[in-house]
């Protein structure tokens, strides 16, 4: 069975330009959430949508950031401007539900350096 | 808002030995979910075990068990007979449904079985 796919594995960019992550959930999973993963704050959650709305935003860091999910199956972070202190790694999740019988399932991850 | 504390940033032990990972948060809620979560270098987030709040055993998967103090809101996971596929960080990690319904994790541990 196909898992949580994230895109690009890594990016590499000059500070100032714009950024665009994808995440394609688990067919099926209607919750998603994008995480942010540095070593000074460890795995924090950014923001989490429930059939395509967002519900919680506030662990979005700055108006930078924004994430949207047209449909089921899609949704992106994007950073703009990016900035050095962006770099990270960024993981999407996707589960069945918010229930707590539901663990979440991670993609691998985009790996972000501002220079 | 909830937190987790895992206290031991790295910890290395021989290969078959057995090794705990700490665990500590802090809720008000009543009711919610524990996990580990294992993250190797390739860095996907893999389920190690996970705990409802409202049962008292303890999961076991394979060599993996978890010591759930709910009174002292501890969470630690011992690795028994500890393999070198068990090096890679290990996150604790909190979910309640409540507010952001994601996961709170902690900022991880780095586990090293040496051979």
């Known amino acids: 069975d196909a898992g949580v796919i994230q895109s690009p594995r890594h990016e590499v960019t000059e500070m100032g330009q714009e950024v665009t992550l994808r995440c394609k959930p688990i067919s099926g999973h209607n919750s998603l959430f994008w995480y942010r993963q540095t070593m000074m704050r460890g795995l924090e959650l950014l923001i989490y949508f429930n059939n395509n709305v967002p519900i919680d935003d506030s662990g979005m860091p700055e108006d930078r950031f924004s994430a949207k999910m047209p449909n089921a199956s899609f949704s992106t972070l994007k950073i703009q401007p990016s900035e050095p202190r962006d770099s990270a790694v960024y993981f999407c999740?996707?589960?069945?539900?918010?229930?707590?019988?539901?663990?979440?399932?991670f993609g691998d991850g985009t790996r972000l350096s501002i220079l | 808002a909830q937190t987790v504390t895992q206290s031991q940033p790295e910890m290395s032990v021989q290969e078959a030995e057995t090794v705990t990972l700490s665990c500590t948060y802090d809720t008000s809620e009543s009711n919610y979910y524990l996990f580990w979560y294992k993250q190797p270098p390739s860095r996907q987030m893999i389920l190690v075990i996970r705990q409802e709040a409202y049962k008292q055993q303890n999961a076991t998967e394979n060599r993996f068990s978890v010591n759930f103090q709910k009174a002292a809101k501890s969470f630690s996971l011992k690795i028994s007979d500890s393999q070198l596929g068990d090096t890679a960080m290990y996150f604790c990690?909190?979910?309640?449904?409540?507010?952001?319904?994601?996961?709170?994790f902690g900022k991880g541990t780095h586990l090293i079985i040496q051979p």
């Open positions: 999740a996707s589960s069945l539900g918010t229930g707590f019988n539901q663990p979440q399932h």
């Open positions: 990690a909190f979910f309640s449904g409540g507010g952001a319904d994601g996961l709170t």
